[in-house]
T-cell receptor, first 114, second 116 residues
Framework: EPEVTQTPSHQVTQMGQEVILRCVPI?????FYWYRQILGQKVEFLVS????????KSEIFDDQFSVERPDGSNFTLKIRSTKLEDSAMYFC????????????FGEGSRLTVL | AQTVTQSQPEMSVQEAETVTLSCTYD???????LFWYKQPPSRQMILVIR??????QNATENRFSVNFQKAAKSFSLKISDSQLGDTAMYFC?????????????FGKGTKLSVKP
């Protein structure tokens, strides 16, 4: 069964460093998402991406964050200068079309900022 | 803005028994999707069940069923014949229907433990 894959599964970084989290969505999906979950808190929407551009973003997704789909398969989330409060589990998700409600999630990338 | 509330942070149930997880939501939308996602320990979230708000019939998927009360904005999940593999975090989520980019709004989750 096709699935969303994410790398790395866990990354530890120093505050101020740049981090790139990678995702390979399901191949025929058109809509891509990043969510995050700070430990003990709810899963929060960060950004949605369609047709090679951001379609919606939350107030969490500030100038420190960026997304791109550089090669038509990978979907990346970049954090330019990490802060302690960026420590969280980051989930990538994809969806086939706008009319099917289901999002398929990856296993997540745990980011620890020291 | 939409909100989703899960009032039970943790629940436990004996294997083979039935458990109901609660979820309420707030929205001014008339048409939307509601979901229950399951997140086993160290695994990805997977969809358990989905309900479209314009459908009055409650969705069912094998041992999983929902009680959707649109007027009350309530969307509870019933798990029958609980199995050890049902142990997981369960998230209730809301998504606007057509015209939405697919932004899910999640509740805080309910940690369900199924005991042998």
């Amino acid at each position: 069964e096709p699935e969303v894959t994410q790398t790395p599964s866990h990354q530890v970084t120093q505050m101020g460093q740049e981090v790139i989290l990678r995702c390979v969505p399901i191949s025929n999906h058109l809509y891509f998402y990043w969510y995050r979950q700070i430990l003990g808190q709810k899963v929060e929407f960060l950004v949605s991406f369609y047709n090679n551009e951001i379609s919606e973003k939350s107030e969490i997704f500030d100038d420190q964050f960026s997304v791109e789909r550089p090669d038509g398969s990978n979907f990346t989330l970049k954090i330019r200068s990490t802060k302690l409060e960026d420590s969280a589990m980051y989930f990538c998700a994809s969806r086939e079309t706008r009319d099917t409600g289901e999002l398929f999630f990856g296993e997540g990338s745990r980011l620890t900022v020291l | 803005a939409q909100t989703v509330t899960q009032s039970q942070p943790e629940m436990s149930v004996q294997e083979a028994e039935t458990v109901t997880l609660s979820c309420t939501y707030d929205t001014s939308e008339s048409n939307y999707y509601l979901f229950w996602y399951k997140q086993p320990p160290s695994r990805q979230m997977i969809l358990v069940i989905r309900q479209e708000a314009y459908k009055q019939q409650n969705a069912t998927e094998n041992r999983f069923s929902v009680n959707f009360q649109k007027a009350a904005k309530s969307f509870s999940l019933k798990i029958s014949d609980s199995q050890l593999g049902d142990t997981a975090m369960y998230f209730c989520a809301f998504m606007k229907h057509r015209g939405s980019q697919g932004n899910l709004i999640f509740g805080k989750g309910t940690k369900l433990s199924v005991k042998p």
